[in-house]
């Protein structure tokens, strides 16, 4: 263990929320909830880029009163990437929704494994 | 020949048989051996109907996920893998979180050189009192033309699975056609008292939303926030008073045309940065004064296309997703 | 700087913009704007591979006004254009070979929405070949899987879209992994950018600092990056997206997506972690064994298999174990294997997914090979072509996969403590391919098929026969004149350090 897991307890949140949302993509069986864990997956590195913008002390990056010192902003770049992340996950839950009702419109359910067994069934 | 048994009784024993080849008497092939003329099939309904029902009972019972034993351990085995490496990378991501730089600092590696020249010089080479909307959409533009094409190439995905179309004679397509038509006959349901909020709101909601999108530069915001306000009050519209009274602006077609020139717009206008920056041209394009609302370039320009884009696409998914078509 | 410098932006930006300009196109229009944007993207590509073998040296391209550590970069050198070119060429070749079966498979309303998808996965592919910049990277892999999923789910039968959507599943693993590293590396170097990241990290690993974090975040991008583009563990989702799409997303899917993943990850190790010191990690021994794994599970599970595209779908799983393995010697020499066997695997990958169908068709448009018996003679030109395609799969020489199977060979030699293993391994793939390849083969020229099957000639697919021979052309330019084009990757990865 290194010396700053308790400075950085965000970023600890982070992973843990990121691992919890890992294994919920990657154990449930149910579509909906595979989604929700890829959501919780997504927002943890938000929240893990959030917490290596911050610095103590210091104001969101928009100029205020023409001060354009270092010493005055938080890091901006972060602020951009999650900004960039946030639109690339609701472009992905949008199509793995509609793959979703596509599914269970055809199966009439949400399980992944009985979908899987129905479509052996089929034998197509 | 012999004399112990009677003629009959011999003649059905193999010595008999084979003595008789011996002579060559009997070939015992001929007669034996070659096809029968095979019996017409006759197919029997009963027969047919029984083995399907075998068929499927075997069937069934492979795929019962419940009682199927084998498939049953192979999903626990699954199942305590995955925990077991979800434990193992939770804790070497703290292992790896334990030793990277500390939260909050002023000095770590993050806040460098490249950091500081957006924060010092942005407002000058960008025009943008936003530093964010100016490192997005000038500094670090291409990464942003790239995310409004992710929204573009999900939205024609959604397009794909959900859209329902009719082929040139105008029947439903069979590939869609254990879809829901649309649920058009479930609505308006003229709720007043939701109408009364929405007129109301509505007008507010997509005010707020095109603020949002036109001080992007000069405040928090901008075209991919202020799109999705602007699409919220649109969805709200929609289920408020129905698709009859949506359609009377915004169809498909408009959907596709705003899409187009948007997106048009905003591949022309940051090809055109791209270039000039690239060959040390110079820009024609002027900053103006920072704080006004018109000024930073090409960032307000740009900022509308793609509020424009995302407030048009926030709709789409959710006509879609409703019923398959607006 | 010479105009040729702008032809990988120009590149990029075509094919971006083309396919916003296909949505308000009908089919046919959008058909020609798609065939007419690969073609020029290969022309200018290959147009810069000519210019950048002259020069000798690769250049950097502004994405705007400001240079490195500020603005975004692309990047252009020998390997680059010569990837981008080769792409085209096998796109091109996909897409004509697959239209006719586009027409059965698909809703003819959607049609142009295919052509939009193959313009930004083009884009996206080149945007992957040429960036120089991470989170560029990461947007654009980000294209390239969305777009791959629509690609296998435009054929919307339930397997397909069961398919889609254990391929997104996946996919989206991948991509939190890699952009956790991604996000871990740009907290200890404070760059995006691949050559700035490389010195950060050069200084880190002088100074003995930020160790754990730095092996973490280069592990998380690998695996990412390995299960999006299917190394064997990680395949499930592999035989359903490839055996039941419509052929033209099979071939593309199988010979470009992958490989634009696995080119994401060899600049990785090349220009943001440094060829030594990513060598010099446990990483590349994992890969070596995955690899391994991959080369005969995958095999093993083609010659179960009893569909002629799933056999062939298994058969990529294998054939990725084959680049891992090179990149897990760790020598130059198999990270110059592996980029040979990318392109010879793209190459006859995809002929021979656009050969099974021609062979399909006749059999009645069944994918069992107990009715595909005989189907060489009733389609002659699909017969041939799968023979020479399975023939290079195998590795007999004048094909490709000879020469790719011999830079193995020798490159393992190299390596002290691998060879053994190495060259046990490429022995068993090599027959338990030709168990499951020339089986098809014998099957296909059986003379006890079914005769109640029409018989395709010349006349009836011109395109496809044509298409056909470009292929095998392909495949024995790599496998004859195999020695130009090492001269290149070498001279290539040289220009990536």
């Not at chain 1, 999650?82 to 009439?108: D, E, K």
């Not at chain 3, 196109?25 to 147009?47: T, Y």
């Not at chain 3, 072509?385 to 094909?399: D, N, Q, Y």
């Not at chain 3, 499951?436 to 018989?455: E, Q």
Request: some cysteine; proline content about 3%.
């Amino acid at each position: 263990m290194g010396p700053n897991l308790w400075i950085n307890y965000g970023e600890a949140v982070a992973a843990i929320l990121f691992c919890i949302g890992f294994t919920n993509l990657l154990l449930q069986t149910n579509l909906i909830k595979k989604i929700i864990g890829l959501n919780i997956m997504d927002s943890a590195i938000y929240l893990f880029l959030a917490e290596k913008g911050y610095i103590a002390g210091r104001t969101a990056p928009i100029v205020t009163d023409g001060v354009t010192n270092v010493e005055a902003y938080i890091n901006p770049i972060p602020s951009g990437l999650v900004l960039t992340g946030i639109v690339v996950s609701v472009s992905v839950s949008a199509l793995m929704l509609s793959l979703t009702i596509r599914l269970y419109i055809r199966y009439h359910s949400l399980d992944l494994d009985e979908i899987a067994a129905q479509l052996k069934k089929e034998g197509r | 020949m012999s004399k112990r048994k009677p003629a009959e009784e011999y003649h059905k024993t193999f010595a008999f048989h084979f003595f008789s080849w011996l002579r060559g008497e009997k070939d015992p092939y001929l007669g034996n051996v070659e096809m029968k003329p095979q019996k017409e099939y006759e197919p029997d309904p009963e027969l047919h109907l029984r083995h399907e029902k075998e068929h499927d009972a075997i069937l069934d019972k492979v795929y019962d996920m419940k009682h199927n034993r084998a498939l049953g351990l192979f999903h626990r085995l699954y199942q305590a893998t995955s925990i077991l490496f979800c434990l193992f990378l939770m804790a070497l991501l703290l292992v790896t979180i334990s030793h990277l730089p500390a939260t909050g600092a002023a000095v770590k590696p993050v806040n460098n050189e490249v950091a500081a020249r957006y924060i010092e010089s942005g407002l000058e080479e960008t025009g943008a009192v936003n530093i964010v909307a100016g490192m997005i959409l000038d500094y670090r533009a291409f990464d942003t033309l790239g995310e409004s094409h992710v929204l573009f190439v999900a939205t024609i995905t959604v397009l794909i699975m959900l859209r329902l179309d009719k082929n040139k004679k105008g029947e439903p397509n069979p590939l869609t056609k254990d879809m829901n038509p649309n649920d058009r006959i479930y609505e308006p349901k003229n709720d007043a008292i939701l109408q009364m909020v929405a007129s109301f709101l509505v007008p507010i909601i997509i005010i707020f939303g095109i603020y949002i999108i036109l001080n992007g530069h000069l405040g928090p915001g901008g075209g991919f926030s202020g799109g999705a306000v602007i699409g919220a009050g649109l969805i709200l519209y929609l289920n408020a008073f129905g698709f009859g009274k949506t359609e009377r602006f915004f169809t498909e077609k408009t959907y596709k045309w705003i899409c187009f020139f948007s997106l048009s717009f905003y591949c022309l206008a940051k090809s055109y940065s791209f270039y000039t920056g690239a060959n040390h041209l110079h820009s024609i394009i002027p900053k103006g004064t920072p704080g006004a609302i018109l000024s930073s370039g090409l960032i307000l320009p740009l900022n509308i296309a793609v509020g424009l884009v995302v407030a048009c696409t926030m709709y789409a998914f959710y006509a879609m997703f409703r019923k398959g078509g607006f | 700087m010479d105009f040729v410098c702008n032809f990988p932006f120009f590149s990029i930006l075509i094919s971006l913009f083309s396919g916003t300009i296909c949505s308000i196109l009908p089919e046919k229009a959008a058909k020609a704007v798609n065939r007419i944007v690969i073609a020029a993207v290969g022309v200018m590509s290959g147009i810069l591979l000519l210019y950048l073998l002259g020069t000798g040296e690769s250049f950097v391209y502004w994405m705007g006004h400001f240079p490195a550590p500020w603005g975004n970069e692309i990047r252009a050198g020998v390997l680059e254009a010569g990837m981008a070119l080769f792409f085209c060429i096998i796109m091109y070749l996909s897409m004509a070979g697959g239209a006719h079966k586009l027409f059965d498979e698909v809703e003819e309303s959607k049609h142009n929405l295919y052509y939009i998808l193959i313009n930004l996965l083009l884009s996206s592919l080149l945007a992957l070949v040429y960036t120089n910049d991470m989170f560029t990277a990461y947007v654009f892999v980000e294209i390239n899987t969305i777009s791959a999923c629509g690609l296998i789910m435009i054929r919307q039968v339930g397997r397909t879209i069961e398919a889609a959507v254990r391929y997104m599943i996946m996919s989206l693993l991948g991509s939190g992994l890699f952009l956790f590293g991604l996000c871990i590396m740009y907290d200890l170097t404070g760059h995006l950018l691949m050559s700035n990241i490389k010195e950060s990290v050069a200084l880190l690993i002088q100074n003995g600092e930020y160790q754990i974090p730095l092996i973490v975040s280069v592990t998380l991008m690998c695996i990412g990056l390995c299960i999006k583009s299917a190394l064997f563990p990680f395949h499930a989702w592999l035989p359903d997206a490839y055996g039941y799409s419509t052929v033209s997303s099979a071939a593309i899917l199988s010979s470009l997506v992958s490989k634009g993943y696995i080119f994401l990850l060899i600049k990785i190790i090349y220009r943001v972690i440094g060829f030594d010191i990513f060598n010099s990690t446990r990483i590349i021994d994992v890969l070596f064994v995955f690899g391994l794994m991959g080369m005969i599970f995958g095999s093993l599970s083609a010659i179960k298999e009893n569909d002629i595209r799933r056999m062939i779908a298994y058969s990529s799983v294998a054939q990725i174990g084959y680049i891992y393995m090179g990149f897990g010697m760790g020598t130059q020499a198999g990270m110059v294997a592996s980029v040979f066997h990318i392109l010879s695997h793209a190459a006859t990958k995809s002929l021979l997914f656009i050969a099974a169908i021609g062979l399909t068709e006749v059999s009645g448009g069944s994918r069992k090979f107990i009715d595909l018996t005989g189907a060489g003679y009733r389609n002659k030109w699909a017969g041939v072509a799968f023979t020479a395609g399975s023939l290079s799969m195998v590795g007999v020489p004048l094909f490709s996969g000879f020469i790719s199977k011999l830079l193995f060979a020798q490159a393992a030699v190299q390596v002290e403590g691998k060879m053994l293993a190495t060259l046990i391994v490429l022995g068993i793939s090599t027959v338990l391919n030709a168990i499951y390849f020339m089986k098809t083969v014998i099957r296909i020229y059986a003379t006890t098929g079914d005769t109640s099957y029409p018989c395709i000639t010349f006349k009836d697919m011109k395109v496809h026969a044509i298409v056909l021979i470009f292929f095998i052309l392909l495949n024995i330019i790599l496998g004859v004149n195999s020695q130009p084009i090492v001269n290149m990757i070498e001279q290539g990865l040289a220009m990536f350090a």
